[in-house]
């Protein structure tokens, strides 16, 4: 990757995005990876935070230690240099266990009216895909998976849930997502985990990674109860 | 050894706030931190401490709390009558507390936070690299939370000997200007003329259901040229989103760390600690400066910082 290819823009004083130019990469899930990797191994004592988004790549910085123009030729200087050729990350393959159960499957039947399809097909169409981690954000531990199949494109709720319980597994748009707290939320609920993938008290609180592989294994509900009360003893 | 406060009323909501958490927006956990950055760092200044140490961040209506120690503190932010033993005392200015003190903070006058700083450290483990904070998930802070009546809470203080006022020059008057300056945001382009227009001539009323994860404005709606379907990406302190009902929400401390909302602005870092003090239903007025100005401004106040308490964080 070069310089040439990225664009960089500021949002408001304290923050930058780099995304990469059309017709450059054509992965911007390694492409993001790579750019995090070699700007976090710098440690700039002048970043605070560098969040990898879907095909972007926040950075906040201490507007009192550096300004944007500064800061900008410093990361351009970081990404000419290229210290690590290649991410280093492998990718990692997650199989999560999914009931479709219309006790967890908030919005199934919902969901099958809205796109014409028969529960079965749309769990099908769901239990398919090799999905790909986009990014962790909005929520602590909230999964963005990309990959999601055609025939599943559907819009947000129009009025969020207040709650939406934890290990939900809604879809919105072209992605899939995993709800890993009880939270609000709009997306339309197809399923739930049993598994915790998020924990408080383990530090980084989530092993899945961006740029990850899921692939979901459909169960019944006397299994989803074992595996939870399994996992609570 | 026996140094703690007690709760003695626990007020509308307290919370254990250090400078921020950094580092774990990456998993979707907010930066939490007090929402009055300034008056923070003032009420640290006023007590020796780091001025990243935690504190107190103190909303609407302060609690009643008991001192089994000696100690030194400060209290700054909103205008609040505050009262030692029921003896009305000053903020902005470093008090001293006798063992058995009862301190009584009342609501907030001309803003919404007031912040306490106490020197020394309040004995609680870090979580995820800071004290702060995050109720939402039961990170940081006292037990994860707000503080409650009857809790009590381990202090290990600092013996200082110095005691100091705020400059007048840093002593923020909240009330007297609800004109806050923004940048344009990635997505300012998505909005038409008569828009941008509404955006810097209207006035936005500051909705009910604001709170640390973020200000809501109402009164105001705007309107985007196109519904886009946007995809999700940064959002930082002080980012204006614009949700489809066209009411704006400037995002907070506790705020969520990506969003797929237009960010049609960023409030400059020099107006964010005033901005949080806006009581809710007061108006305010947007104003775009350039990112040049706004550096400009961070530039003078951290001269102004240094100047006047030496150092900044």
Same mark, same amino acid.
């Given at each position: 990757?070069?310089?040439?290819?990225?664009?960089?823009?500021?949002?408001?004083?304290?923050?930058?995005?780099?995304?990469?130019?059309?017709?450059?990469?054509?992965?911007?899930?390694?492409?993001?990876?790579?750019?995090?990797?070699?700007?976090?191994?710098?440690?700039?004592?002048?970043?605070?935070?560098?969040?990898?988004?879907?095909?972007?790549?926040?950075?906040?910085?201490?507007?009192?230690?550096?300004?944007?123009?500064?800061?900008?030729?410093?990361?351009?200087?970081?990404?000419?240099?290229?210290?690590?050729?290649?991410?280093?990350?492998?990718?990692?393959?997650?199989?999560?266990?999914?009931?479709?159960?219309?006790?967890?499957?908030?919005?199934?039947?919902?969901?099958?009216?809205?796109?014409?399809?028969?529960?079965?097909?749309?769990?099908?169409?769901?239990?398919?895909?090799?999905?790909?981690?986009?990014? &962790? %954000?909005?929520? =602590?531990?909230? !999964?963005?998976?990309?990959?999601? #199949?055609?025939?599943?494109?559907? *819009? $947000?709720?129009?009025?969020?849930?207040?709650?939406?319980?934890?290990?939900?597994?809604?879809?919105?748009?072209?992605?899939?997502?995993?709800?890993?707290?009880?939270?609000?939320?709009?997306?339309?609920? &197809? %399923?739930?985990? =049993?598994?915790? !993938?998020?924990?408080?008290?383990? #530090?980084?609180?989530?092993?899945? *990674? $961006?740029?990850?592989?899921?692939?979901?294994?459909?169960?019944?509900?006397?299994?989803?109860?074992?595996?939870?009360?399994?996992?609570?003893? | 050894?026996?140094?703690?406060?007690?709760?003695?009323?626990?007020?509308?909501?307290?919370?254990?706030?250090?400078?921020?958490?950094?580092?774990?927006?990456?998993?979707?956990?907010?930066?939490?931190?007090?929402?009055?950055?300034?008056?923070?760092?003032?009420?640290?200044?006023?007590?020796?401490?780091?001025?990243?140490?935690?504190?107190?961040?103190?909303?609407?209506?302060?609690?009643?709390?008991?001192?089994?120690?000696?100690?030194?503190?400060?209290?700054?932010?909103?205008?609040?009558?505050?009262?030692?033993?029921?003896?009305?005392?000053?903020?902005?200015?470093?008090?001293?507390?006798?063992?058995?003190?009862?301190?009584?903070?009342?609501?907030?006058?001309?803003?919404?936070?007031?912040?306490?700083?106490?020197?020394?450290?309040?004995?609680?483990?870090?979580?995820?690299?800071?004290?702060?904070?995050?109720?939402?998930?039961?990170?940081?802070?006292?037990?994860?939370?707000?503080?409650?009546?009857?809790?009590?809470?381990?202090?290990?203080?600092?013996?200082?000997?110095?005691?100091?006022?705020?400059?007048?020059?840093?002593?923020?008057?909240?009330?007297?200007?609800?004109?806050?300056?923004?940048?344009?945001?990635?997505?300012?382009?998505?909005?038409?003329?008569?828009?941008?227009?509404?955006?810097?001539?209207?006035?936005?009323?500051?909705?009910?259901?604001?709170?640390?994860?973020?200000?809501?404005?109402?009164?105001?709606?705007?309107?985007?040229?196109?519904?886009?379907?946007?995809?999700?990406?940064?959002?930082?302190?002080?980012?204006?989103?614009?949700?489809?009902?066209?009411?704006?929400?400037?995002?907070?401390?506790?705020?969520?760390?990506?969003?797929?909302?237009?960010?049609?602005?960023?409030?400059?870092?020099?107006?964010?600690?005033?901005?949080?003090?806006?009581?809710?239903?007061?108006?305010?007025?947007?104003?775009?400066?350039?990112?040049?100005?706004?550096?400009?401004?961070?530039?003078?106040?951290?001269?102004?910082?240094?100047?006047?308490?030496?150092?900044?964080?």
């Amino acid at each position: 990757m070069v310089v040439n290819s990225i664009e960089i823009k500021n949002l408001g004083d304290s923050g930058i995005l780099i995304s990469l130019k059309k017709g450059f990469g054509n992965n911007p899930l390694k492409d993001i990876n790579y750019l995090d990797q070699l700007i976090s191994n710098q440690n700039l004592e002048e970043i605070n935070d560098i969040v990898p988004c879907i095909s972007t790549l926040g950075i906040l910085y201490n507007p009192y230690k550096i300004n944007y123009e500064e800061l900008v030729s410093k990361l351009k200087e970081i990404i000419d240099k290229k210290l690590i050729s290649n991410p280093i990350s492998s990718i990692k393959k997650w199989k999560i266990p999914i009931c479709y159960d219309q006790e967890f499957g908030l919005d199934i039947d919902e969901i099958s009216n809205k796109l014409k399809l028969s529960i079965k097909n749309l769990i099908n169409y769901h239990k398919q895909s090799v999905y790909q981690v986009d990014m &962790i %954000g909005f929520l =602590p531990g909230f !999964l963005y998976l990309g990959n999601l #199949n055609n025939s599943l494109y559907l *819009k $947000r709720k129009e009025t969020p849930r207040v709650s939406v319980p934890e290990g939900s597994i809604g879809i919105a748009g072209n992605q899939t997502g995993i709800y890993n707290l009880n939270s609000p939320g709009g997306w339309n609920i &197809i %399923g739930r985990t =049993p598994l915790k !993938l998020f924990s408080k008290y383990k #530090n980084p609180p989530i092993e899945i *990674k $961006r740029g990850d592989n899921v692939v979901f294994y459909e169960i019944k509900k006397d299994e989803f109860e074992k595996i939870k009360s399994d996992l609570t003893k | 050894m026996n140094d703690y406060i007690v709760i003695q009323r626990e007020g509308f909501y307290t919370t254990i706030q250090d400078n921020k958490r950094i580092g774990y927006k990456r998993y979707g956990i907010p930066e939490s931190g007090p929402m009055d950055e300034n008056s923070y760092m003032f009420s640290n200044w006023l007590v020796g401490n780091n001025l990243n140490s935690e504190v107190l961040e103190i909303t609407y209506n302060g609690p009643k709390i008991k001192f089994t120690f000696n100690a030194k503190i400060a209290i700054c932010g909103s205008l609040t009558n505050i009262y030692l033993n029921k003896i009305k005392i000053k903020m902005n200015q470093t008090i001293k507390i006798k063992q058995n003190d009862i301190l009584d903070i009342s609501s907030c006058k001309n803003g919404n936070r007031v912040y306490l700083a106490i020197a020394g450290k309040i004995n609680i483990k870090t979580h995820f690299n800071s004290k702060s904070t995050y109720d939402k998930c039961s990170i940081g802070g006292y037990k994860g939370r707000k503080l409650l009546k009857n809790d009590k809470i381990k202090i290990i203080a600092n013996e200082i000997d110095e005691v100091k006022k705020l400059p007048e020059i840093l002593s923020s008057k909240f009330t007297e200007n609800n004109l806050i300056r923004i940048i344009p945001g990635p997505e300012y382009n998505l909005l038409d003329q008569e828009s941008k227009n509404k955006l810097t001539n209207g006035f936005f009323e500051i909705d009910i259901k604001s709170d640390r994860m973020g200000i809501r404005l109402c009164n105001n709606r705007i309107k985007l040229l196109n519904k886009i379907n946007m995809e999700s990406s940064l959002i930082t302190k002080g980012s204006i989103q614009l949700p489809p009902d066209g009411n704006p929400i400037i995002i907070m401390s506790d705020g969520q760390t990506t969003g797929g909302y237009p960010r049609i602005g960023v409030v400059s870092k020099v107006d964010i600690s005033r901005l949080s003090q806006i009581k809710i239903r007061n108006n305010i007025k947007f104003k775009i400066i350039s990112l040049r100005e706004s550096e400009n401004l961070i530039k003078y106040n951290k001269n102004k910082f240094i100047t006047n308490l030496g150092t900044i964080y």
